[in-house]
């Protein structure tokens, strides 16, 4: 006589609650008692409050069992705990979602307030994506003793497909001009882990500052360069123009005031550190600029 076929049942058990050493060790121990499969497990602890997750297989006869001695765990730990069964069909329609593309969207600002994570949490709505997890980059803040140049950076992991890329990225940009708040936004795949040369753009990048406006005010022309520079911003004239005519405004200008000029650059704070982090991290890195290569030979030296 052929052993009738066991069946097996989903379910999702989520306990909150007060965190603390050997909870998820003490949860482990009763389903692998029970011999259940882990489809899905998700834990984060937020100022020692904790929210555990797990999907789990197990077969239908043990499901009691072990929903009773988590329940009993629970007790004796002072979490909360609950239970929700997932049909196959449910769970074949989750299993079905995961060939969406994965990307990763990076906000990184002084502080930051539930306003700005509002306004970026609605653009990521607005173009269809999920939201599978959030985590803090940085460090803890102190509010008896804020440091000065303090900062703070989230990750959000989304899946999905942009419905217009171009339109996202126009509505980031427009929030960090608005909201003081930096955006990087990347598809999460092997490539955004194995890059290894990084390329900074110069002027009002790595500087505060453009350098040709620093020679220009050397020169005495300062209101001159800054005039054509605006009418090439409006689109009145193109850049190798604009560009031609402002160092024409230059000539005569004393080839020494460039030395006192890369002495006194405006260094972007943080750019230092972040310098000394990604060569201690093995990558190459690469200077842009329009022409000024002198400024980037002393940049490239000071780092």
Known sequence: MMKEKVRKEQIVVRITGVDRPGLT?????????????ILDIGQADIHNSLSLGVMFRIDEN???????????????????????????????EWVNRQGK????????????EARQIEAATTVIAEQGFNIDSIRRLTGRLSIRNPRKNARACIEFSLRGNAKDRDAMQ????????????????????????????????????LIQTECIDELAMRAGVGDKVKEITARAMRGEIDFKQSFTERVALLKGLDVSV?????????????????????????????????????????LQKRW
């Open 170 to 205: 126009a509505s980031l940009m427009q929030l960090s001009h608005t909201m003081e708040m930096d955006f990087s936004f990347q598809e999460d795949n092997m490539f955004r882990r194995m890059r290894r040369l990084i390329c900074f753009d110069m002027d009002s990048t």
């Open 101 to 112: 593309n994965r990307y990763i969207l990076t906000i990184i600002g002084r502080h930051l």
């Open 25 to 37: 060790a003490s949860v482990m121990s009763i389903l692998a008692k029970y011999d259940a499969m």
């Open 258 to 298: 460039m030395k006192e000029i890369a002495e006194n650059l405006p260094i972007t704070e943080g750019a230092d550190r972040l310098m000394s982090v990604l060569k201690r991290c093995g990558y190459k890195i690469a200077i842009l600029s329009g022409g000024f290569t002198f400024f980037g030979e002393y």
């Open 62 to 92: 043990n499901s009691g069992h072990v929903m009773k001695e988590l329940l009993f765990k629970a007790t004796e730990l002072g979490v909360n705990i609950g239970f929700s069964p997932i049909g196959d069909d449910e769970y074949e």
